[in-house]
């Protein structure tokens, strides 16, 4: 099997992540397997619905895990402005396009989905090196902080379309009216303060415990049972707004390594999902218009939009801002949690994904034919090698010289304890 995979690298561009090959195959495996088995039974089980929550609950807490608090604050004006007003810009006009073109309700909560940009993707995106350092991090914290945006806006809009296309009660993703709203806001809080203030009590404690090594593996074990236990919570209530923002407090550089494990297991069991479901059929037109609408409407918002918030980005960043639309595990699991309440999500948000990552390859592929030599613009040499914000400090780094007790990351510690 290494060789196998080994063999396969070798022909693929080094700037394609593993992951995503990996999600090919498990997309295949998925059609292969739903062209036998027909999985619509699933969608009415609490198992099914469960189980894409805790996937969804995973990638959201793997995505704000990963921020660079010190990048954040840098340009925070410009991440609120693209979260915010960019988000819902992008959210309205790719439902206005979907609803003018099919008329149909359920397509308002399709595009808030597709409106995010995917973490992961933009990974591969990193290493390129096509932009300057500021606008890396502007882009890595608007893929970030857009999902819980974009999870909140699909959940809490899920009970207007749903009411709108003629059905009773409330969709079992969302909650029902203001009521249900308020409700969910009220357990998302609940969950949160639980999970800060048994986070806070841990960290009191851990000094006492470090100089301790069976005591400080069992503290370094109730804190991970801590994160499971919230991210099950989250999944039994869909409380993913306190996932989101527990990401950027509960942080610990143990962590990094399980939980980057975590977030491609969750990529690759929905990818196995979405396949099952795609073998049922696909809506092809109405997924290639979502998906170029998607796209064109990062163009828009980045180009026209984001310079009224952060100035002085050159023009090659701007245009990579605006071609930086990626989808990804967050629309597929969106896509496969909404399936319940609004058949045929997964057939029209499959080729749409497949859509944006094409165009946006596309896009990459033409931009980089007007790039200098390595080296220019940001270019990584062939020795250097960048570093996410998940995988620790390299060998190099001088933060690694002097190794926090508490086990936090690099530039992270300050933020958590202020955040507890």
């Not at 988000?87 to 995010?116: N, T, W, Y």
């Not at 099950?232 to 990401?247: C, E, F, K, N, R």
Request: with cysteine; proline share 5%.
């Amino acid at each position: 099997m290494r060789k196998w995979w080994g063999a396969v690298r070798r022909k693929v561009p080094p700037a394609v992540p593993g992951i995503v090959l990996g999600a090919v195959g498990a997309l295949v495996a998925g059609v292969l397997c739903g062209l036998a088995v027909d999985p619509s039974a699933l969608a009415g089980t609490w198992g099914y619905t469960f189980g894409t929550s805790l996937l969804l609950a995973v990638g959201l807490y793997g995505s704000t895990y990963g921020i660079d608090l010190a990048a954040l604050r840098a340009d925070l004006g410009g991440v609120v402005a693209a979260v915010t007003l960019g988000v819902v810009l992008k959210a309205a006009l790719i439902a206005g396009v979907m609803v003018l073109a099919f008329g149909r309700p359920a397509h308002l909560v399709l595009g808030i989905a597709v409106a995010q940009i995917d973490p992961l993707s933009v990974a591969a995106l990193d290493r390129r090196g096509r932009m300057s350092e500021r606008a890396r991090s502007l882009l890595m914290a608007w893929a970030a902080f857009d999902d819980p945006m974009t999870v909140l806006l699909t959940l809490y809009a899920a009970g207007y379309a749903y009411a709108a296309a003629g059905h009773r009660g409330a969709p079992a993703i969302a909650g029902g009216g203001a009521g249900g709203w308020l409700t969910g806001l009220a357990m998302n809080a609940a969950l949160l303060a639980g999970v800060v203030l048994l986070w806070w009590a841990w960290r009191r404690a851990a000094p006492a415990l470090v100089s301790v090594p069976p005591f400080r593996r069992a503290g370094e074990v109730a804190a991970g049972l801590l994160v499971v236990l919230m991210l099950v919570l989250a999944a039994v209530g869909t409380l993913m707004l306190a996932v989101a923002v527990a990401g950027l407090v509960v942080r610990r550089r143990v962590f990094a390594k399980t939980l980057g494990r975590a977030v491609a297991t969750a990529f690759l069991a929905a990818s196995l999902v979405l396949g099952l479901f795609l073998a049922q059929g696909v809506a092809l037109w109405p997924g290639l218009l979502l998906g170029a609408t998607a796209f064109g409407a990062q163009a828009l918002v980045a180009l026209c939009v984001m310079p009224l918030f952060v100035r002085g980005l050159e023009r090659r960043d701007r245009i990579v801002l605006g071609l930086g639309q990626q989808n990804g595990i967050t629309a597929v699991l969106i896509a496969l949690a909404l399936e319940h309440d609004f058949p045929g999500t997964v057939a029209i948000v499959g080729p749409a994904v497949v859509t944006v990552n094409l165009l946006h390859a596309t896009g990459q592929s033409l931009l980089a034919r007007g790039a200098g030599p390595p080296g220019t613009r940001g270019e990584p040499r062939a020795d250097q090698e960048r570093h996410s914000s998940c995988d620790g400090p390299s060998d190099t780094d001088p933060r690694a010289a002097a190794p926090d007790p508490l086990g936090e990351a690099p530039g992270q510690e300050s933020s958590g304890r202020a955040a507890a």
